[in-house]
C-alpha cells in the first residue's frame, strides 16, 4: 500500500501496538502524527522512523485526560499540516481490579482517555474531511466486548463506546466519503499482559481459544490499520473486525 501524500493522526503511537504501527505507517510513505505521553518513546520513536526514510514522523506529547489542551493541540496540528486524511483512535488505559473498588473518578478518566479524546480528534479533524470529500477514521476496541473478562469493566465499556461511535459516525459521515470502521483486537503480547500474575499460563489460555496457534503481532495489527485506512476499504464503513486469530467469529 501507498500512503504518500496522506497525513495519519495516530494516538498512543509511542507504546502497546502503537509503535510499530506507527513505523509501517512511515514506511509506506505517510506523514504520520505519533500523539502521545511518553516522551522518551516518542522520541526514540521519531530516531527510528528517520531511519526508514519513506514517509515522515513528528512525535507530539500529550495528555489525552486534558481535553482543552487537546483540543488546542490538535487545532495547531491541522493549522500547521494542513487537512488530516486518516484519523486512528488507538490509545488505552486499562486499570484492572474488581467492580466495587473502581471509584466513579476512575472509571471517567479511563473514558476520557479512552473515548473522549477520540471524540475531540474526530472533532477537530472531520469538518476538513468533510470539505475535502474523502476520510478515513479507525477505532481501535477489544474482543473484551463480547464477554468473559472480569475486573475490566471501565475498559470494557469504553471500547464498547468506540464500536458505537463508529457506526453512528459512519452514518453521519458516509455522505461525505468519510469511513469509520473498527478493529478489535484479540490478546496481543504487549505491557497490558502485565496485570496476569501467571504469563505462561495466560498464553496457554489465549492459544486455546484462537483458531490459529500462535500469538498474534504488532504488524498483523499494523497491516489491518493500513487497511482500513487505505482506499482498498472505500466501500467498508461502520464495521467492526475481530483481528484475534479466530477467538470471537460473529
Not at 522512523?49 to 481535553?67: F, M, P, R, T, W
Not at 484462537?210 to 489491518?224: E, F, N, P
Amino acid at each position: 500500500m501507498n500512503f504518500a501524500g496522506k497525513k495519519i493522526l495516530l494516538t498512543g503511537a509511542a507504546g502497546g501496538l502503537g509503535y510499530g504501527s506507527a513505523l509501517e505507517f512511515v514506511r509506506h510513505g505517510a506523514r504520520l502524527i505519533a500523539l502521545d505521553i511518553k516522551p522518551a518513546q516518542g522520541e526514540q520513536l521519531q530516531r527510528d522512523a528517520k531511519k526508514i526514510g519513506s514517509g515522515s514522523l513528528i512525535y507530539v506529547n500529550q495528555d489525552l485526560a486534558e481535553v482543552d489542551g487537546l483540543r488546542k493541540t490538535v487545532a495547531e496540528l491541522v493549522k500547521k499540516e494542513g487537512v488530516i486524511d486518516v484519523l486512528i483512535n488507538n490509545a488505552a488505559i486499562y486499570p484492572a481490579k474488581t467492580f466495587e473498588e473502581f471509584s466513579l473518578e476512575e472509571y471517567r478518566r479511563v473514558q476520557m482517555v479512552n473515548v473522549e479524546a477520540g471524540i475531540v480528534c474526530a472533532q477537530m479533524l472531520v469538518p476538513p474531511m468533510k470539505q475535502q470529500r474523502y476520510g478515513r477514521i479507525v477505532n481501535i476496541t477489544s474482543i473484551t466486548v463480547y464477554g468473559g473478562w472480569a475486573n475490566l469493566y471501565p475498559y470494557v465499556a469504553s471500547k464498547a463506546s468506540l464500536i458505537g461511535l463508529a457506526r453512528v459516525w459512519a452514518r453521519e459521515f458516509g455522505p461525505y466519503d468519510i469511513t469509520v470502521n473498527c478493529i478489535a483486537c484479540g490478546a496481543f503480547p504487549t505491557d497490558a499482559e502485565k496485570i496476569h500474575p501467571d504469563p505462561e499460563g495466560y498464553t496457554r489460555f489465549v492459544l486455546e481459544h484462537q483458531c490459529l496457534k500462535r500469538r498474534g503481532t504488532t504488524q498483523d495489527v499494523a497491516h489491518t490499520m493500513m487497511y482500513l485506512a487505505s482506499d482498498y476499504s472505500s466501500f467498508l464503513t461502520g464495521q467492526t473486525l475481530n483481528l484475534d486469530g479466530g477467538w470471537v467469529m460473529r
